[in-house]
């Protein structure tokens, strides 16, 4: 009877474990259970034959062995595996060192479980550039593809009359106002020679009144003569070149800047159409489930691109409407600059072409005014 208490006891110790009043698992015999329990398992039994099970920290087999029947040393049959169910304490403390638990799948072969890292898809640059020259050439074949057949006519295009109206003659004017510019650019040239010659003969005949004492009055005359002119070509001089700034001015920046626009608006239109041409023709094909997927994609290009359009098309309109108000205020003024100012130079009225110069406040650069003498320096 002694005996038999003697061999329950291990059993009994390792099915005891003492709880605080808490209802926490008191740590201080944690090791004598592990000690008794090594015990009570026999000695072929490895780590590797034992499997341990969670059902829950809150179960009420809390820390609970359940030890299977051991077969007799001349049996086959291979033992059955003790199940363990882990107390909180317990599993709080694996979960604490985070150590891996090793679980047989019911063979000798283990898997190893640890922490799982999940990490965000790393993207690739090399591929991002891939994907940005296959948009680019796809869109620049469909754009190429569509310029091709516009010009052999055998694609359709998208066409605004009013607004290919504004523009045709924009670009029209453009030509006509760059011909002025250059003629005028001309005349600004040839006058200042003329001025330059008529400075020369004035001193040339000024020299001459002093040398010659015959001829000093005729002499003076001339020089006088001369010098007056060459005064005023270099006002008349002045005011084309405002002129000329002026129309240079709106020709090669405010007109550019709109034609610059004009420029990206037959881009998007052009891609516009390219896709509008590339919806059409796969409605026009068979919808199956290979189709259908293209195609909701080529809608969706589609609508983007119209947007675009939409948006570059409105952009041309508000400049060409600013620009025909703008173009009229300046050359109002320049025109009525240019015409007094060739009236008064023609007719010798001095005064009115001064009077010109300063209603359109004009200032005109004397010879060695733009370099400042020694004592401004200082």
């Known amino acids: 009877m002694e ?8 059993k009994n110790s390792a099915a005891e474990i003492p709880v605080t009043s808490n209802g926490q698992l008191d740590d201080s015999h944690e090791h004598s259970f ?6 009570s398992l026999p000695v072929g039994l490895g780590l590797s034959e034992t ?3 969670s059902h829950g920290f809150d179960g009420a087999k809390e820390g609970v062995v359940e030890a299977g029947q051991f077969p007799s040393k001349g049996s086959s049959a291979s033992p059955k595996s003790s199940v363990i ?3 909180s304490a317990a599993a709080s403390r694996l979960a604490g060192q985070g150590c891996d638990l090793i679980i047989p799948t019911g063979g000798r072969a283990q898997q190893k479980s640890g922490p799982v890292v999940l990490a965000d898809e790393v993207k690739n640059p090399a591929m991002e550039k891939l994907e940005l020259v296959r948009k680019w050439s796809l869109n620049t074949y469909k754009c190429t593809r569509q310029i091709i057949s516009e010009k052999l006519g055998r694609g359709s295009r998208t066409v605004d009359l009013e607004l290919e109206a504004q523009i045709d003659i924009l670009r029209d004017n453009k030509k006509k106002y760059e011909n002025i510019l250059r003629l005028a650019q001309t005349l600004s040239t040839q006058l200042f020679q003329m001025v330059h010659t008529q400075r020369q003969l004035g001193d040339a005949f000024a020299d001459l009144s002093l040398k010659s004492l015959e001829l000093h009055e005729e002499f003076g005359y ?5 010098k007056l002119l060459a005064k005023n070509g270099e006002t008349l001089l002045g005011a084309i070149n405002f002129f000329i700034a002026s129309v240079n001015t709106l020709v090669n920046k405010t007109i550019e800047d709109t034609l610059l626009t004009v420029k990206q608006y037959e881009s998007a239109r052009i891609e516009y159409d390219a896709y509008r041409t590339d919806l059409e023709e796969l409605n026009l094909g068979p919808r199956d489930a290979n189709t259908l997927p293209k195609i909701e994609q080529s809608q969706q290009m589609f609508q983007v691109h119209k947007e675009k359009y939409d948006k570059m098309r409105n952009d041309v309109s508000i400049k060409l409407k600013f620009l025909e108000e703008n173009k009229v205020k300046v050359l109002h003024n320049q025109l009525v600059l240019f015409h007094n100012a060739i009236a008064a130079y023609f007719a010798g009225n001095q005064k009115q072409l001064e009077q010109t110069l300063k209603q359109f406040h004009i200032k005109l650069k004397t010879p060695g005014a733009d370099a400042p003498s020694w004592l401004e320096e200082q």
């Open 3 to 10: 005996s038999a208490m003697a061999q329950e006891s291990p």
């Open 34 to 39: 592990n000690r008794d329990l090594k015990c």
């Open 51 to 53: 499997k341990i099970t």
């Open 85 to 87: 169910s882990p107390s």
């Open 222 to 226: 001339n020089a006088d003569t001369q």
